[in-house]
């Protein structure tokens, strides 16, 4: 998970179908390009603030997965940009745990425009557990298993496989 300035966003629960969280972002000019939209790249930017959030909301953050002796690796991310997005709107990241596997966890993510509700991109990061210190796999703590499970109100299948 990358470091970031930006102070901690106030996290908001949501009724959207399929998500039960959001954090809000509020577009930087710095994060635009020539266009005047948000540069691409930014995005991966975004998804990784709405996992550390999501992480904090379901009651297992980052220093908790650390404190397990664990870390992630992002092994695969994926985005789909649908409108543009410009200074200075406020983006809803919305973010969910769409798999978890016995090493592997999908968070699916959406960020759209307020107020009128505009999709702005949406995607996906696969992130891997490994030991803290090292890249060796492990498994999925049991903190953060119970956690997610209990905030998405769902039982994860621990398939190991990753869907696309």
């Not at 390009?33 to 709405?50: I, K, S």
């Not at 002796?69 to 809803?92: F, G, K, M, Q, V």
């Not at 492990?138 to 994860?156: C, N, S, V, W």
């Amino acid at each position: 998970m990358t470091g970031t300035s930006r102070p901690a966003a106030q996290a908001r629960w949501s009724d959207r179908s399929g998500f039960r969280f959001f954090t809000p972002l509020k577009v930087r000019f710095n994060e635009t390009d020539l266009q005047g939209h948000v540069n691409f790249g930014q995005f991966y930017f975004y998804f990784d603030v709405g996992l550390t959030e999501y992480m904090d909301a379901i009651g297992y953050s980052y220093t908790q997965l650390l404190a397990d002796h664990s870390d992630l690796i992002y092994a695969e991310s994926h985005c789909n940009y649908r409108s543009p997005a410009r200074w200075p709107e406020t983006l809803r990241i919305y973010t969910r745990l769409g798999h978890m596997g016995r090493r592997s966890l999908r968070f699916e993510f959406e960020a759209r425009a307020e107020p009128e509700d505009r999709l702005v991109a949406d995607g996906h990061i696969v992130a891997i557990v490994v030991s803290s210190g090292g890249f060796d796999p492990a498994p999925i703590p049991d903190g953060l298993r119970r956690a997610a499970e209990a905030f998405e109100d769902r039982t994860f299948d621990g398939d190991s496989s990753v869907r696309g």
